[in-house]
Every structure is written in structure tokens, then in C-alpha cells.
T-cell receptor, first 112, second 116 residues
Framework: SQQGEEDPQALSIQEGENATMNCSYK?????LQWYRQNSGRGLVHLIL?????REKHSGRLRVTLDTSKKSSSLLITASRAADTASYFC????????????FGQGTELSVKP | EPEVTQTPSHQVTQMGQEVILRCVPI?????FYWYRQILGQKVEFLVS????????KSEIFDDQFSVERPDGSNFTLKIRSTKLEDSAMYFC??????????????FGEGSWLTVV
């Protein structure tokens, strides 16, 4: 089973700035999902990108996928203090069943 | 928006006691999961459940753990004889289809278990 490796481990920015988080994985995927976790809370699904897609948008979120480099990025534009959370990518592939495997995530801190 | 609900939100139990954590998945979902997160660590997969049986489990999910869908709506995780190292946040999750097919997995807010 594969997990995504998020980079950087921690990111601190000012409100209004953009935040970019990266994810790398090892084997070919079917799709890749991004989740957010506020401290002490459950994981919230943000966006899913399929292996045949290169870019996807949802509100202030923009996700890209480069299957040749086995990497994905999550961009949060015009960040807000409420975006402070940990962000995880979860690649899925046929050989790992239906489960998601999470890495350590990127801890984003947005300062007002 | 439909959500996965978990009870209790927090439970303190004595080492060696049995604990049952309860979850109500989203009503039309067919796939169910338990994950756990030890404080300060990453979210770890425990078990997946489909068609009334375990479809996959991790090494963490040993004989002390069991899952059940007793009445078609609840999904429970039982820890038979708790150990100190079982202290963690336990998350229930559900999805309509498998994540391979692009189905979103929805997570509950978690049950925080403290073993003393």
C-alpha cells in the first residue's frame, strides 16, 4: 500500500498569502485525494483528482497532478487564519484495496 | 450535509476493560472504516468493512479488536482488553463506493479514548 509524502512538513504564512503544499508518491495511481484536519478534529475531504486529470479547482483550492513525476500540489489562494490545519494527500491505486493511507501531512499555520 | 457520527466523543477506561466505540455511517454508504491517531502521530488505518465482513485489516488490528454492524445502521469497534497504548483518537469513516473508483471517504469527528 502506498502513502503520499507531503512537503514541507510545516509552513507558516501571513493571511492573504498563497500556500503551496506538495505530495509525492511511488507507484501509479487511480486517483489522489486531499484532506484537511484541524487540530483534534476529523479529516475533511477537500478535493479528488483522477489520474487522467491535470488540474482541478474548488473555490480557493487548486490541485495539480503530474503522473510522470508522481507528484501533486495543493494551492490555497488568499489564505485565511481559518485555513490553519494539517493537510494530507492520499493516493489510491488498485492494489491497495479501498482504504486510504495517510502520511505525516503538512502543518499549515496562517497568521492574521 | 450528511455526516458520520461517533459516540462517545471521549471515554476514559481502566486498563484491561472492554471498550465499544460506536459510529453511524452515512445512510447510503456501503464501505466502512476505522482509523486511529495516537497523539502527535499520523492517522493509521485499522480495518475496512464491506458486505458484512472485514475486507482488509492492518497489523494493528489484532485479536483484541473486532468490528460489527449489528443492526444495519451502527458500525462498532470493540477493544476487548484495553492497553495503555490503545489511547488514541479513533475515527470512523464511510464511503458510497471504494476510493479506487473515486468515491470520497467521509470521516467522523472521532472518539478520544484514554486508557489509564
Amino acid at each position: 500500500s502506498q502513502q503520499g509524502e507531503e512537503d514541507p512538513q510545516a509552513l507558516s504564512i501571513q493571511e492573504g498569502e498563497n500556500a503551496t503544499m506538495n505530495c509525492s508518491y511511488k507507484t501509479s495511481i487511480n486517483n489522489l485525494q486531499w484532506y484537511r484536519q484541524n487540530s483534534g478534529r476529523g479529516l475533511v475531504h477537500l478535493i479528488l483528482i483522477r489520474s487522467n486529470e491535470r488540474e482541478k479547482h474548488s473555490g480557493r483550492l487548486r490541485v495539480t497532478l503530474d503522473t510522470s513525476k508522481k507528484s501533486s500540489s495543493l494551492l490555497i489562494t488568499a489564505s485565511r487564519a481559518a485555513d490553519t490545519a494539517s493537510y494530507f494527500c492520499a493516493p489510491t491505486s488498485y492494489n491497495q484495496g479501498g482504504k486510504l493511507i495517510f502520511g505525516q501531512g503538512t502543518e499549515l499555520s496562517v497568521k492574521p | 450535509e450528511p455526516e458520520v457520527t461517533q459516540t462517545p466523543s471521549h471515554q476514559v477506561t481502566q486498563m484491561g476493560q472492554e471498550v465499544i466505540l460506536r459510529c453511524v455511517p452515512i445512510s447510503n454508504h456501503l464501505y466502512f472504516y476505522w482509523y486511529r491517531q495516537i497523539l502527535g502521530q499520523k492517522v493509521e488505518f485499522l480495518v475496512s468493512f464491506y458486505n458484512n465482513e472485514i475486507s482488509e485489516k492492518s497489523e494493528i488490528f489484532d485479536d483484541q479488536f473486532s468490528v460489527e454492524r449489528p443492526d444495519g445502521s451502527n458500525f462498532t469497534l470493540k477493544i476487548r482488553s484495553t492497553k495503555l497504548e490503545d489511547s488514541a483518537m479513533y475515527f470512523c469513516a464511510s464511503s458510497e463506493g471504494g476510493s479506487i473508483s473515486g468515491n470520497t471517504i467521509y470521516f467522523g469527528e472521532g472518539s478520544w479514548l484514554t486508557v489509564v
